[in-house]
């Protein structure tokens, strides 16, 4: 039997630690949170990320070891030496932190992306607006994430206020890009160098939060999204990024391409070197999940399908869980709890609503949507396919 | 949060536990073995079935309870007063722990059954056999179970060792039954006494074991069997048996009920108060599992939805797991480890192979066949859809 180290046991690893348990393979996760979701399932050392001696443990305990967010102190895992049981590395960390290094990264490979430039005084801000023109956003090169650490200049006046509240450097000011739609694209490569990209995910955010994600049947068929464009198209060109970032890094995982569509084109946003909040929708619409792609990957394992096999429909439930009572009604809605204390503006569980066409996914999709607290997704949806 | 207490910690359990955790429910179980399969993915009370004390800090410690076999000693139940924390009730075990009993309630429901009589004496099995004629099978009235407990009387030869072996009393002879299929139906019912029939399974057994299990998408759409009889008429007679059973017992969870077909007639053979070896395809192939809809009706939630979603083939593994390297390359096979140690004639593992239609099912089929130790499996499944 393998066993694996996950450092950080929110809900990624906890979905992990289920997926592995099918695979027949024990976990252990480190996490400073005592009552850390993934800890519920599995054995834990509650300890901080930077906590060298408890890597060392759990590295020592574990045929294999990964991470469930990006944010783990790069500088820490290098100094614990994990070597070649960590993936996917420390490398790809360096450049997931930061915003300016992911952003020069995705430059150096061709990719498409949206005015940035690097702020690091007053100066260096007012040349960049030069640049960008209004509006444009101030964001911290590090630790941002669901919108937090960044500011909006919608025009002159705004700069002031945003230049006290971020701090003097270490700063990016990106152009203000107006997109049709979002996507990510979720992909893993093994340590042979395959690798293999889940269809596009299109994503629905509210203040900066991801509120849902869309897949649909038709895209196995390459036929075309609600803008009338081709499916095949966006996918090849989005593959081709997600392909280059990973033979970059010599990626073994999971890794998630946050994208912009602009006018016909994708633009990259940002890389997440874990799975994704995006494709939770994998458990059940797809013969082989995002977790079980990411276990097989890290564990050597051959990679499993990844094309989609059910309409679906994924939520975040954010702050608190909905009544259960009234949800479970709907057929085809399968529910995630995360067991986490209700808080607001936290992620405390999901649900993916599927189908096995078009017509029975949009007939459950009324039923979810005269629940409240849903009635107000319905505008929200109306984008979606 | 809710919480579970699972008297039993095997495979069953083990699953129940991982959907549970889905649910935001915490499970605790109670087993004697300290490495119990569903006590790696929570806390474990270590004691014997029968141990009054630990029953009883089990149920103080959680919302509900339920148990993962049938031969958890019902007296000991009874002597705990689980009460109506505990679903299914106790009275169901008494049944389902006697095959005398058992083969009574269906006389008593009106539930065609093979030929049986009670054995007590030498003289009581010389009497059955005038009535049943040779082949007949002697059983143990207790704790048989994959075909343990039970001797084939093929001619008189046969009578003196089965005499000897069997012991001379609490013992059923019956009659034997020569069926064209075998097949089991598992069903659910809630506390306000709803009830939700699953499609019948196909099941194959090898040596008194389940080897697999199979259910197609035709069964949805109630066209014909492999037989060419109509799945409208089989489902509905099982589904009266079941309605019956689990009305006698007013009964909440999951209840299997198996059957044999013989002359276009299905005749009930046993019932298992439990989730069950052949319901594991409804982990994907059923927009709500056999697990998940225990724990709703346990836990007092909506059942969900029992239509087959995908073509499903599921197979046992026993005795040792095979080569994951090899078979995770069928793509659509779901792996499913129960994390037990390797033992001659073990049930340590299943996989469900899944296709979105029958073409996508049978190609992937042969893929799966052409890796041993499935060749020989070609010719099990040729009796199947």
């Known amino acids: 039997m393998q066993t694996l180290g996950i450092i950080g046991g929110g809900q990624l690893a906890r979905m992990l630690v289920l997926q592995a348990a099918a695979l027949g393979v024990r976990c252990q996760v480190l996490d400073p ?41 790069a500088a820490a895992l290098q100094q614990a030496k994990l070597g070649t049981k960590l993936s996917p590395g420390v490398s790809v960390l360096h450049v997931a932190q930061d915003r300016l290094k ?27 607006l030069d ?25 002159q006046e705004d700069l002031e206020r945003a230049w006290q509240q971020m701090g003097g450097e ?25 690798v293999r990209c889940y269809p596009l995910v299109q ?32 996918q090849t060109q989005a593959e081709t990024c997600l392909h280059a970032i990973a033979e970059q890094f010599d990626y073994v995982g999971v890794l998630t391409l946050e994208l912009f569509l602009c006018d016909g084109r994708l633009l990259a946003n940002e890389i997440a070197p874990r799975v994704h909040n995006s494709g939770h929708w994998s458990i059940e619409a797809a013969d082989c999940s995002q977790f079980e792609n990411h276990l097989r990957a890290v564990l050597d394992l051959p990679l499993g399908p990844v094309t989609v096999s059910a309409e679906a429909l994924m939520l975040n439930f954010i702050g608190t869980m909905p009544d259960a009572q009234q949800l479970l009604q709907v057929p085809g809605l399968h529910w995630h ?13 999901h649900a993916t609503l599927c189908g096995t066409d078009l017509a029975q996914f949009r007939q459950r999709l009324q039923q979810l949507v005269s629940h409240r607290p849903f009635t107000q997704l319905w505008t929200l949806l109306q984008d979606l396919q």
């Open 203 to 234: 994503n629905v955010h509210e203040h900066g939060v991801l509120r849902c994600s869309r897949v649909s049947l038709a895209q196995n068929r390459r036929g075309q999204n609600s803008l009338g464009q081709n499916w095949d198209q966006l």
């Open 337 to 349: 709890d995360y067991g986490k204390q209700a808080r607001p503006g936290r992620k405390v569980g």
């Open 102 to 128: 992911e952003k020069q990264l995705f430059q150096q490979l061709g990719i498409e992306v949206g005015g940035f430039h690097a702020v690091n005084s007053r100066t260096d801000l007012l040349e960049a």
């Open 33 to 73: 949170n005592p009552d850390a979701g993934a800890g519920q399932l599995c054995q834990q050392i509650v300890a901080d990320y930077d906590d060298i001696e408890a890597l060392r443990a759990l590295s020592d305990a574990v045929d294999a070891l990964t991470y469930d967010f990006e944010n783990v102190p």
């Open 170 to 194: 270490d700063l990016i000011l990106e152009a203000f890009i107006t997109f049709q739609q979002e996507y990510s694209i979720i992909g893993v490569r093994n340590r042979a160098g395959e």
């Open 131 to 155: 640049q960008t023109g209004y509006p444009a956003v101030l964001k911290t090169r590090r630790m941002g994430y669901d919108g937090k650490g960044q500011a909006l200049l919608r025009q």
